[in-house]
């Protein structure tokens, strides 16, 4: 079993920054591939990036350049710094762990599917103000 425990949530402004933390215990990130969803109310849960083995990255494209994935491997602990933050970023952001599969690695739709996902974190609110 892998626990995820997610936190770092809050309110912030138009322009401002926010950094959410996952700390995962029961597994490796090496051997677990980490997903980032959010989900505003009324909307369907959506893709934010991956993070998976030798510290691999993908984003989707409407926070590149804006979002990034850092790790605390001391700390079991994988960071995502959001930076540039707009109003429509506003929803609940939740950290996922999965198996790192060959399909994993190679398919974007894969790691872009709920049910690659088998253990999630509580998520955490973050509102943006205008």
């Known amino acids: 079993q892998v626990q995820l425990v997610e936190s770092g949530g809050g309110l912030v402004q138009a322009g401002g920054s926010l950094r959410l933390s996952c700390s995962a215990s029961?597994?490796?990130?090496?051997?677990?591939?980490m997903g980032w969803f959010r989900q505003a109310p009324g909307k369907e849960r959506e893709f934010v990036g991956a993070?998976?083995?030798?510290?691999?990255?993908d984003y989707a494209d409407f926070v590149k350049g804006r979002f990034t994935f850092s790790t605390d491997n001391a700390k079991n602990t994988v960071y995502l710094q959001m930076n540039s933050l707009k109003p429509e970023d506003t929803a609940v952001y939740y950290c996922a762990a999965a198996m790192s599969t060959r399909s994993y690695y190679y398919n974007s739709y894969e790691r872009r599917r709920i049910g690659s996902y088998v253990y999630w974190g509580q998520g955490t609110q973050v509102t943006v103000s205008s």
């Open positions: 029961g597994r490796s990130f090496s051997t677990s591939a």
């Open positions: 993070i998976w083995s030798d510290m691999n990255t």
